[in-house]
């Protein structure tokens, strides 16, 4: 027979575990009319097992539980039916009406900053007439009255000829193409495939766009075979499917830090939004330290506004990250969980490393084993950092100026490019963190620990596999009363190395450098070869001559 006093308790602690539950799905699974049935049948499940065994509690704990239970019933039914993560305000005022004193209808405005951007992104009047919510005519007048476009010819034109035969002429709308010839795209091509090597045809055009020219896929697809040859995987690259769910751009960003190049003490911090994957901000640093996650953090939403949640890992790197979150908008606001879990930047990553990162990889490789690297030297990886930061700094920003503008598949959707993504979630979710607004902490900790997830991604081998190959070992985490807190933190501790050198010597070196190679691509990574060669000729002769005296 079972102890009656076993069975109390195991119930009492099950209530516990049931509270948890409820609080994480009314805080992460609002909407989710599907999830929220389970929690329910889960908390009338429990309800049953509290009920066979009445007889066990005082009349005054089965009444507490057994009412408790209900209001738990009645905030799921109230999750179920709101939305979450409300935005700032219903929409943003893109288009208002304004009267005219005149006759009929007022005149429709349209804010020119957005109307401007939007354009760009969407190509014509046509695709923003459902968000802006007016005819694509009116979106046409206030383009051309802005001087935002230039007027164009008629749609149409009809042209009556004297043997009584009609001719009518049509006039596309679509966005003018860039006016480059095929020699002047392959030098474009040839640029960007020499410092991103592994850029598909999505990412190429990204990256045309964001230098402003918008150049048809057939053209592009010409150009590289001409520039780069055809390779075995071009047109059969996988496909990145997700599923994927939170209210809108700035509700959610992931931030990590990637260590593909740690050995030589650079670390690769990126924010993104989960929405949009628009990067918000991105950065090369010499060190791992919180500050520094912290200022890239701020510099981010001085550009694109405040998120309302952050997820990030359990490295200590993120402490002052996730402190000033919770100051300002109350616990649960910084969602703590392991890195395998963040796979929204984890597939970003993927991009990075296949990108740009094993190309400075292999780069720092070689110089170990031709060219006398040590990356155990301070003084060798001061004279690394001092060459080649910059550079590698220079790749990120580049390639994060291609990644937002390049299209992304979307399932049911025409492809849409992560900056046209964030722009329109806030015009038709609602603006979110755009403005500033702290809010009350709020009283009880929940555990949100299952936001903003990408559950299929981690059914994506190469994704994963890719995490493992670049995975320090990770801690074993341990569930603490707080579960919003990890018990254990990583610390990976990265410092810039020091300085070996006067300031007079560091000039004379780079003097002798921009004189050496003031003609050269210093991306090319030859040339980068060549000038770690002389740079490190220089510096041999710096400490030789400083044994001398």
Known sequence: MADPFNVVNNLREAYYGLERRVLRAHYTMAGDSQQLEGEKAHA???LSAVQANEHRFSLEEFACISNNIQAMMNVLDETANRLSDQPDSDTIPVVHRVKTGGRGRPKVEIDKGVLGEALILRGGPGSLALPFGCSS?????RAIEYELVEPGHPVCTTERHADGSITRTYTSSTPAVSNITDQELDGMLFAILRTFQNFGLRMLRGRLLADGHRVPRERIKASFLRVNGAPNPFGHRDLHRQKYNVAGANSLWHHDGQHGLIRWKIVIHCFIDGK???VTAIRVSNNNRA????????EGTSLHGCPRRVRGDHGTENLRVAEWMEETFGIGSYIWGRSVHNTRIERLWYDVTHNFGKKWKDFFQKLEVYESLDHNSSG????LHHLFHFYIDLDAQEWASAWNHHPLTLRNEPNRSPRDLFLFSHIQDGPRGVALRPVAPEEEVVEPALYGIDWEALEDSRIQDHFFQRQEQEEVYVMVEDPTVPSNLNHVP??????????EQIQYLDGVLREEFQHTDRRDMEICRMIWRRAFEICTQFVLDAGRE
């Open 276 to 278: 949009s994957r628009m």
């Open 137 to 141: 005519r009116t979106i046409r007048r």
């Open 291 to 298: 500050s520094t996650v912290e200022e890239l953090f701020h």
């Open 380 to 383: 060798h990886l001061w004279l």
């Open 494 to 503: 990265v410092e810039p190395p020091n300085c070996p050198f006067t300031e």
């Open 44 to 46: 009338l499940a429990f």
